[in-house]
Structure formats: C-alpha cells, structure tokens
C-alpha cells in the first residue's frame, strides 16, 4: 500500500501544471492531490470523496506554512487528519491552517472534505514564511484552533463585523514559541501592528469564477497592499475586531497583514469575503434583493420627484405635499422600526401612508396660515439633510470622532440648520436649488431598488445610524466604480437641468404664489356683496352636491308606469 501511494505521488508530480496563475485540478484517483507554495489550485470537492492533499520539497529556510481554501457560499473542511476535531480542522467558505515545521521537515499533508451534497468548486492555495515573519493567530484564546489565521465574519442588515486572534512573532524551527502575555516590551509580540484592508468585488456581479479571480488579489502579502484599500491601523492594545457598514449584494474581501516594525517583516491572514446576504435563502436572496414593494415604493417616489425637479417652484402644493411627505415618512419609519417588530412590507405600507399625511399637513398649513418661512425652513431642511448625509458620506464620516453619537448628531444638525440660514435671504433660490436636488436625487433611489448603486448609501447610512446604536463604530466605505459614475452624471444632469429651467422660467414671476386662505375668503366676500357676479347666483356648495346625487340616484331608478296610452272614448 505505501509503494502504490509513492507511485501516485511520483505520477502527481510528473504531471504539467498549467499555465497561468492559477492551476486546475480534478479529483485525483486515489484521493491525492499535490500543491506547489505559493501556487493558486482550483479544485472540486465532493461530499462522499474526501481529499488527501500533500506539499513536497519545503524549503529549510521556511518556518512555517499556511494553507487557505476558499468558495463561494458552500462550506469546505480542512483538517489536519482524516478524524475531523474542533481543534485540529476549520469550516467555512474562507478557511485556513497554519503548519508549523519540524527541523528537516520538508513534506507535509492535510485533508479536505465538504458536507454539501452538491460538488464545491474551491480555489487553494499554501503560502511559506520564514522565522522572521510573524505567525498570524499565534497567540490565539478566543477560537478552537491553537494558531488559528482566519478571520471570522458576521453580518447582519446593518453591519459587518470581523474578528481575529492576535499574531506572535516568529521563530526558528525546533525551538518554543515565544510567550504571548508574559511580557509586554517591544521584545514581546505586542510591537506588532495590525493593517485590516477592504476590497470590492465589481457591482451587481455574483459570478463565482470573478469571486476565486479576485481572491488571488487578496491572500499575499504585496497583492493585498497594491490592490486593496487600508481601513485602520491596530495596535497591539486594541480590540481585533473591526466593524463595516454592511453592503447587500456586493462583494467584498476583507484581509488583515500583520507586520513587525522592527523587524520590517509581514504576513497575512486567511482572507474572508462576503455578499451581506445568503445565496440559499428562499426569499431575499443574493439574486433576488429588490422587494416588489420597495421597486413600487420608490418608482412612485421617483416619478413625483422628476416632477418636483422640473416644476416644483410652480407648483407650490405639490412640492409642499413632497417635502411633508420625506419628512414624516422618515421619521415615521424610524420610529416604528425602533419599536415594533412588524415586517419591513408592513412598515413600508405605514411609512406610505404617514408620508401621505405629513404631506397634506404641511399643505393644509400653508393654504391656512401662509406662513412661507415655516414652509421654507421645512424646504431648507430637507436639502440640508441631504447636504449633511454627502458630507458624512465622504471619508469625513470614518473619523474617529464622529463614532461617538453625540459629536455625529450635532455636528450632522448644525449642517442641516445651516442650509436654510445661509440662504434666508434668497428664499426663491433655495425652493429651486431644493426643488432639483431632492428630486433628482429620488431616481437614484428608485434606480438602487432594481440595481446596486452605492449613491443610495448617502442616505442609508444616516438611517441605519438612527436605527442602529451599533452603526456609530462602523467604517461606512463603499465602492465607486462604473455604474456610480454613470448614475452620478445622470444625478447631476437632472439637478442642473431641473435648476436651470425653473430659474428662467420663473424670471419676472412673483416669487412665491399669495396666502391661498386670503384669496378664497375675499372672493367670497366679493361674491356675496357683488349681485351682478354671475357666481352669486351659485347656488352653496351643499345644494349643488345634493343635487349632483339626486341626478346620479335618477339613473339607476326604474323608469315609472305612463298609465293609460290611448285616448279616453266619450
């Protein structure tokens, strides 16, 4: 038996990689597969046929090892024997082990097995390290594995968060590991410092050959530094734990590099990816996000708001019914997600329908009092919030400061408030200027509810902040490729348009219509003292309406006898 497993081995070994970076791999006939360090393998695992895998010729000036698989969505074990233990294996999509070498030791295998019942296609890789490069998880008191490289990933609708076991420093073959808490001196693994990257994957893209491409981007050292985005820095001191807004639908890698500043040297941890949202769910998959009611919401919202863009100013009424309408929607939706549990379709429909109230509120207190600077403070409100939400969508909002609630709200008021201040003067202007920028801004939500737009989180993360306490610590980054700029230009081509266009139209025109209460009263004074006005011979409004039923209730009576047809004979 051992002489037929040499001889498979010497046949592995003779075979031609292929060509490329990464190499593809089929199921070995007796369970064998061999790997090169530092070579990308694609492989298929199937449940009832677990795969032995092997690593021949190790350097002796490699320390120690470690070996990472990755998949989509299905789970794969990697284990150090064919007994899978807690201590001994990890499972998961993005799983890895670190193998510390004996003197002379230049073999090593492991094994790998899946549970699903269908075939798991998986990208493998083992990378070497040398005793001077620090061991990620070497010091490690939270997880099952004695050094355990992987970073563990939760999400749920509101954020992503990541932890890892903190690293140890390195060291020659044969010799023990240095203690991890005995001392705490820059002779001591806590000199080391920790630099947690993000990466995204391309927008509204769930291909799982694109996800294992871009892996190979995430799991080096030099790879992850040139293609990655660096979020934070950690010290030793801090907690390894990292919270991210989370992004539904889109990709992304998250890895860690530890690096020794003395030393100049560094490694990196299993990368671990994510889509904030399950591929096996039966409702509100990664394929199908968009909810029918919110496509329907927002569509409905977008049309009103192109509407507002472009002709808001003229139509006072209905602009007035817009803004009442996102300000108790928002804070009506707020409110009743805090503190009730009903379904989001529920809360939707309720948002609706308050929008709808506050709306009308707001139009009925201007067609009573007429006060324009309470309707425009409402109006340089609403553009101020969205002010403030871009302000803070920008790198701004991953400051350390604004992660304590207080500093973030009042700093996010005082933006807000400012808006309507500044232009006090010129009240016309901000109507306009709210008029083109809230309206449009509405098509980019309406579009995020069919497709991914990372413009819609200008907005969201303000929400989520408000419904979340959580959110305050979360790193609120997202991607700005292709689609955002094409959804940008068509954001910024409406605004100015709409602008434009009510500037010119409205040039020479009062500036806002008279209190609508005065008019009607006075015109029906007019009608009452006026008896040559044709409208005083009107009748009320109640007669007219009784009347207009009794015509209606006329039309579905039975038409009556006539009695007697002919003429009575005398």
Same mark, same amino acid.
């Given at each position: 038996?051992?002489?037929?497993?040499?001889?498979?081995?010497?046949?592995?070994?003779?075979?031609?990689? !292929?060509?490329?970076?990464?190499?593809?791999?089929?199921?070995?006939?007796?369970?064998?597969?061999?790997? +090169?360090?530092?070579?990308?393998?694609?492989?298929?695992?199937?449940?009832? *046929?677990? =795969?032995?895998?092997?690593?021949?010729?190790?350097?002796?000036?490699?320390?120690?090892?470690?070996?990472?698989?990755? %998949?989509?969505?299905?789970?794969?074990?990697?284990?150090?024997?064919?007994? !899978?233990?807690?201590?001994?294996?990890?499972?998961?999509?993005?799983?890895?082990?670190?193998?510390?070498? @004996?003197?002379?030791?230049?073999?090593?295998?492991?094994?790998?097995?899946?549970?699903?019942?269908?075939? !798991?296609?998986?990208?493998?890789?083992?990378?070497?390290?040398?005793?001077?490069?620090?061991?990620?998880?070497?010091?490690?008191?939270?997880?099952?594995?004695?050094?355990?490289?992987?970073?563990?990933?939760?999400?749920?609708?509101?954020?992503?968060?990541?932890?890892?076991?903190?690293?140890?420093?390195?060291?020659? &073959?044969?010799?023990?590991?240095?203690?991890?808490?005995?001392?705490?001196?820059?002779? %001591?693994?806590? &000199?080391?410092?920790?630099?947690?990257?993000?990466?995204?994957?391309?927008?509204?893209?769930?291909? =799982?050959?694109?996800?294992?491409?871009?892996?190979?981007?995430?799991?080096?050292?030099?790879?992850?530094?040139?293609?990655?985005?660096?979020?934070?820095?950690?010290?030793?001191?801090?907690?390894?734990? /990292?919270?991210?807004?989370?992004?539904?639908?889109?990709? !992304?890698?998250?890895?860690?590099?530890?690096?020794?500043?003395?030393?100049?040297? %560094?490694?990196?941890?299993?990368? /671990?990816?994510?889509?904030?949202?399950?591929?096996?769910? #039966?409702?509100?998959?990664?394929?199908?996000?968009?909810?029918? +009611?919110?496509?329907?919401? *927002?569509?409905?919202?977008?049309?009103?708001?192109?509407?507002?863009?472009?002709?808001?100013?003229?139509?006072?009424?209905?602009?007035? *019914?817009?803004?009442?309408?996102?300000? #108790?929607?928002?804070?009506?939706?707020?409110?009743?997600?805090?503190?009730?549990?009903?379904?989001?379709?529920?809360?939707?429909?309720?948002?609706?329908?308050?929008?709808?109230?506050?709306?009308?509120?707001?139009?009925?207190?201007?067609?009573?009092?007429?006060?324009? #600077?309470?309707?425009?403070?409402?109006?340089?409100?609403?553009?101020?919030?969205?002010?403030?939400? /871009?302000?803070? *969508?920008?790198?701004?909002?991953?400051?350390?400061?604004?992660?304590?609630?207080?500093?973030?709200?009042?700093?996010?008021?005082?933006?807000?408030?400012?808006?309507?201040?500044?232009?006090?003067?010129?009240?016309?202007?901000?109507?306009?200027? $709210?008029?083109?920028?809230?309206?449009?801004?509405?098509?980019?939500?309406?579009?995020? %509810?069919? #497709?991914?737009?990372?413009?819609?989180?200008?907005?969201?993360?303000?929400?989520?902040?408000?419904?979340?306490?959580?959110? &305050?610590?979360?790193?609120?980054?997202?991607?700005?490729?292709?689609?955002?700029?094409?959804?940008?230009?068509?954001?910024?081509?409406?605004?100015?348009?709409?602008?434009?266009?009510?500037? &010119?139209?409205?040039?020479?025109?009062?500036?806002?219509?008279?209190?609508?209460?005065?008019?009607?009263?006075?015109?029906? =004074?007019?009608?009452?003292?006026?008896?040559?006005?044709?409208?005083?011979? $009107?009748?009320?409004?109640?007669?007219?309406?009784?009347?207009?039923?009794?015509?209606?209730?006329?039309?579905?009576?039975?038409?009556?006898?006539?009695?007697? @047809?002919?003429?009575?004979?005398?």
């Amino acid at each position: 038996m051992g002489l037929i497993r040499l001889m498979a081995l010497a046949a592995l070994a003779s075979q031609p990689g !292929v060509a490329g970076g990464a190499e593809t791999v089929g199921n070995s006939s007796v369970g064998i597969i061999e790997f +090169s360090v530092g070579k990308f393998r694609y492989l298929k695992l199937s449940r009832p *046929f677990p =795969e032995e895998a092997i690593l021949q010729n190790i350097s002796s000036n490699v320390t120690f090892l470690i070996f990472q698989i990755h %998949s989509q969505y299905q789970n794969t074990t990697i284990s150090f024997s064919k007994t !899978v233990l807690p201590s001994t294996s990890g499972t998961g999509t993005d799983r890895g082990l670190v193998f510390i070498l @004996r003197p002379e030791q230049s073999m090593c295998s492991w094994y790998l097995e899946t549970g699903d019942a269908e075939p !798991v296609q998986n990208l493998a890789i083992p990378l070497s390290y040398s005793e001077r490069d620090p061991i990620p998880g070497g010091c490690n008191l939270e997880f099952d594995l004695d050094i355990d490289p992987n970073i563990y990933l939760e999400y749920d609708f509101f954020e992503t968060t990541i932890k890892f076991a903190p690293a140890n420093l390195g060291y020659a &073959r044969g010799t023990d590991s240095p203690p991890c808490d005995i001392r705490m001196g820059q002779d %001591s693994r806590w &000199r080391l410092l920790y630099d947690v990257y993000q990466y995204f994957l391309p927008e509204n893209n769930l291909s =799982e050959e694109d996800l294992l491409k871009h892996l190979q981007r995430m799991a080096e050292v030099p790879q992850v530094t040139a293609n990655a985005i660096k979020v934070v820095t950690l010290t030793a001191n801090d907690k390894t734990s /990292v919270s991210f807004s989370s992004l539904r639908g889109q990709g !992304v890698i998250y890895n860690v590099i530890v690096w020794d500043p003395l030393l100049n040297t %560094s490694a990196a941890y299993v990368p /671990v990816h994510t889509y904030a949202c399950s591929f096996d769910a #039966m409702e509100g998959n990664c394929s199908s996000l968009g909810r029918v +009611s919110t496509k329907v919401f *927002f569509t409905l919202f977008a049309l009103l708001g192109l509407f507002i863009c472009f002709f808001g100013h003229r139509f006072w009424k209905t602009e007035l *019914f817009f803004i009442g309408f996102i300000f #108790m929607g928002f804070f009506f939706y707020i409110l009743i997600t805090r503190l009730t549990l009903v379904k989001y379709d529920v809360r939707l429909i309720l948002t609706a329908i308050a929008g709808v109230i506050g709306g009308i509120f707001l139009v009925a207190t201007w067609w009573r009092f007429g006060i324009l #600077m309470l309707c425009m403070l409402c109006v340089g409100l609403v553009l101020g919030f969205l002010t403030s939400s /871009v302000t803070f *969508f920008t790198p701004l909002g991953n400051l350390t400061l604004f992660s304590n609630d207080g500093v973030f709200w009042v700093t996010f008021s005082c933006i807000a408030v400012l808006i309507p201040v500044v232009f006090m003067g010129c009240l016309r202007i901000l109507n306009i200027l $709210t008029c083109g920028f809230i309206g449009s801004y509405s098509v980019v939500l309406a579009v995020d %509810s069919y #497709m991914y737009t990372s413009l819609s989180y200008i907005t969201l993360n303000v929400l989520m902040r408000a419904l979340s306490p959580c959110f &305050r610590t979360a790193f609120t980054n997202v991607p700005f490729q292709t689609n955002d700029f094409i959804i940008l230009a068509v954001w910024g081509m409406l605004a100015v348009s709409g602008i434009t266009l009510q500037i &010119r139209r409205e040039r020479g025109q009062p500036s806002f219509p008279p209190h609508p209460y005065k008019l009607w009263k006075r015109e029906r =004074e007019r009608r009452v003292t006026n008896i040559l006005d044709p409208s005083y011979h $009107t009748p009320p409004l109640r007669e007219r309406l009784y009347g207009r039923l009794t015509q209606i209730r006329e039309l579905f009576q039975k038409e009556q006898p006539a009695g007697e @047809r002919t003429p009575l004979l005398l």
